[in-house]
């Protein structure tokens, strides 16, 4: 039928735009009791003692809960981060539960604390966890090739630091958990990506059967990796409903969400590279340091960024170390594109550093560098499975006008106006694990699919229809596809890692196979013959009948076959690879930017859905240029948060926006999965820093030439500075 490839609207945004869409916070359910967190005002401090008296007899407390309750408030009888939770107090309704947490009296003995990297990596430094002797939580290295040899062998040495801000994920919607125990089931809503993981640690908290647990996830306003995680609100919530025997709810407010949801990026890299006269790139070593937070939860960030370092270059020789650091601050964790941001916008800088060292043209020590052979294997291991690098740098810059904008850029300048044009390559790896899914056919000819896929705004129910439509050979408008929920299916991953169609479309693809190879063989004895299938019919000879009525003919005993039917589908990684150009305009008397134009040009595979993929692209462009202009985590030298919500934390608008152009390869280069696809979720977040970062230093270059950008962001304080 060919609906692949379609820009279908969204299935999913009529309920939205009408209001109808049911979020953690719109559940309301009879007895509702209402639950919130006493937090610490300290990033670092003892809790000598914690006094809820006073709080429990406030007239509508039904319960408070302390250390020693079952509940593991501050671990080791202190806290490590501002926001750390140390009692909860659940009551009848939000206004009392706010006067109520109030009333709590904690007694603390502040300690010491540290909040920068290196800081903390000196001796005698505040420790954030006792027990380790150190705050070094956790160290790696990744080694390749003979770099002591490459480096001899090198005509240019180039060596620098480059330091990525933290940021808050900024969820249009906070966190939120409601849980309700019938004396059976005990019934989990949650702001979440995974539903999953959360029915696993709830029923492992409270000794209970996983068949007694059910985890649903409503609608999601948005997550970006930082609604990945089983949080401890989602236990404590879950055992406050467990053991009062009635409805609980928290959502968080947004302050509460900036210091207690994790935050992402933050990593700096300490590097040295070299190359050959001609531009070829040789080597390239460095040291990762990641600022973890209170705790390590964010396991592989810096792994990734550091297997991820040589991008789609062709480097034979690298080593790299990951050193993961404790701090007191919230916990460092997965923020769209988790460690492959980091990584193309390191190794971006790398190469224009060593292209302007040997004066090459940025675009074409590019050019000689791109690996030319796929598949290869970098130097730390990864293979990357397909495309044709060189020949979609050609056509992306072709496509996107990177030429001509440059001399366009030059024209204006000779008017006054100060543009930049910066440009980005990049390589991702998308896609792990197992997904499920499970479909039936319904009596009616419609179909319904089950998905394990936890959707945030992806659209990825209209994905999901469109790729069974045309494996089944029916209209989009008959399947009807349903996720989020663990009385649906057993298990499964979820929505991150731009992993979904690739991973989850290719179990509904695979559960599609097995559906029309179950109705085939009534087909067969419904038409004496066997069939073959084409345009949504059975067919043999002069005979047909359509899928729909062999699906009656089933129902109605007429013919057997399982007409709901289960896959489970293995992903391996894949990699989308692209080209990425911006433009901004340079105030020079206020260091104000303002991107003017975006463009991107990416091979992702198989695009199922030029519409929502584009869509992707546009909020992770701008994303990824808040991370280059605008957003950034403060904490001051105590660990106060100084960014606490958005009236300090600058989230760019439609305003700051630039216009975006969108354009997808003209001849992909498929996966290997099921689908073709290769992910886009994250693409334009991973390419989007280091264009408009380029394109800032190309604008200020035009001023103070030789300038060199070192961190992200760059502020307007900071480039002010930095022409003078």
């Known amino acids: 039928m060919g609906f692949v490839g379609k820009p279908l609207p969204r299935f999913e945004d009529d309920v939205i735009l009408r209001g109808k869409a049911r979020y953690v916070d719109d559940i309301d359910l009879p007895g509702m009791l209402y639950a919130g967190f006493v937090r610490s005002p300290y990033a670092h401090a003892k809790v000598l003692k914690v006094d809820l008296s006073d709080a429990a007899g406030h007239p509508g407390v039904v319960a408070v809960f302390g250390p020693g309750d079952g509940f593991n408030f501050a671990p080791g009888g202190k806290v490590r981060y501002q926001g750390e939770a140390v009692a909860m107090v ?47 939580v956790y160290e790696n290295i990744y080694i390749g090739g003979d770099v002591e040899k490459a480096f001899r062998e090198a005509d240019v040495v180039v060596e620098g630091r480059f330091s990525i801000q933290r940021l808050v994920p900024s969820a249009m919607e906070t966190r939120g958990v409601v849980a309700s125990y019938d004396g ?24 209970l059967p996983l068949a007694k647990v059910r985890v649903i996830q409503p609608h999601v306003g948005g997550a970006f990796g930082s609604k990945l995680l089983v949080y401890p609100e989602e236990l404590w919530v879950a055992r406050a409903a467990y053991v009062l025997r009635a409805p609980v709810k928290w959502v968080a407010t947004r302050t509460e969400d900036f210091r207690a949801t994790t935050h992402g990026r933050g990593l ?36 990734t960024a550091a297997r991820m370092l040589p991008g789609p270059y062709d480097i034979r020789h690298g080593r790299v170390k990951v050193i993961a650091v404790l701090t007191n601050k919230t916990p460092l964790s997965a923020y769209r594109g988790a460690g492959r941001p980091e990584a193309t916008l390191f190794i971006e800088r790398i190469v224009d550093h060593i292209a302007d060292e040997l004066g090459i043209d940025r675009v074409e020590i590019r050019r000689r560098n791109l690996v030319r052979q796929l598949p290869y294997t970098n130097v730390f291991g990864i293979t990357y499975d397909t495309g044709d690098y060189p020949a979609t740098f050609e056509r992306g810059l072709e496509r996107l006008g990177y030429h001509q904008l440059r001399r366009w850029a030059e024209e204006e300048a000779r008017r006054g106006r100060i543009l930049g044009v910066g440009l980005s390559v990049y390589v991702e790896i998308t896609t ?68 979904s169609i690739t991973a989850g479309g ?74 990425h150009v911006a433009v901004v305009e340079l105030d020079p008397e206020t260091g104000f930017v303002k991107p003017l134009l975006y463009r991107s040009y990416d091979d992702v595979g198989v695009v199922v859905n030029p519409l929502l993929a584009a869509g992707q692209v546009m909020g992770g462009a701008l994303q990824g240029i808040a991370q280059a202009l605008y957003e950034e985590v403060i904490y001051d030298s105590d660990g106060n948060l100084v960014t606490s919500n958005l009236a300090f934390y600058y989230v760019p608008t439609a305003v700051e926006a630039p216009r975006f152009e969108v354009y997808f390869a003209e001849r992909p280069h498929p996966s290997k999965h099921p689908t073709g696809t ?31 950008i070192s961190k992200t962001p760059v502020s307007p304080e900071d480039v002010w500075r930095m022409l003078r």
Not at 280 to 290: F, N, P, R, S, W
Not at 701 to 708: A, C, L, S, T
């Open 506 to 579: 290719s179990a509904a693809i695979l559960a599609a196979r097995k559906l029309k190879a179950e109705l085939a063989k009534a087909a067969e004895k419904l038409l004496g013959c066997k069939p073959e299938y084409s345009g949504g019919k059975f067919r043999c000879g002069d005979k047909e009948i359509s899928i729909g009525d062999v699906v009656k003919a089933v129902y109605r005993g007429e013919a057997e076959a399982q007409l709901t039917v289960e896959a489970i589908y293995h992903a391996e990684p894949t990699f989308p690879f692209g080209v």
């Open 90 to 136: 659940v009551a009848r309704d939000r206004y009392v539960l706010y006067d109520a947490l109030e009333k709590a009296a904690v007694d603390y003995e502040p300690l010491p604390a540290v909040v920068d990297v290196y800081e903390a990596l000196k001796p005698g430094a505040p420790l954030v966890d006792e027990s380790l002797g150190s705050n070094v």
């Open 184 to 207: 059976e089931t005990l019934t989990v809503w949650s702001s979440t990506q995974v539903p999953f993981d959360i029915r696993k640690e709830v029923a492992k908290a409270l000794g």
């Open 678 to 708: 290769k992910g886009i979720g994250e693409a334009a977040t991973i390419a989007s820093t280091p264009a408009v970062v380029a394109a800032v230093e190309d604008a200020m270059r035009k001023i103070k030439p030789g300038v060199r």
């Open 432 to 499: 792990f694990g197992y997904e499920t899914a499970i479909l039936r056919a319904e009596e009616d000819g419609s179909f319904t699919l089950y998905t394990a896929l936890t959707p945030h705004g992806q659209g990825l129910a209209t994905a999901l229809a469109q790729v069974v439509a045309d494996e089944l050979e029916v209209s989009p408008e008959v399947v009807k596809v349903y996720w989020g929920d663990t009385a649906y299916i057993s298990d499964g991953i979820g929505t991150m890692g731009s992993r």
């Open 268 to 303: 700096t890299l300490e590097y040295r590279a070299c190359a050959k006269r001609d531009g070829e790139i040789l080597a390239v070593e460095g040291t990762i340091y990641e600022d973890a937070g209170a705790y390590y939860w964010g396991e592989g960030l810096a792994d």
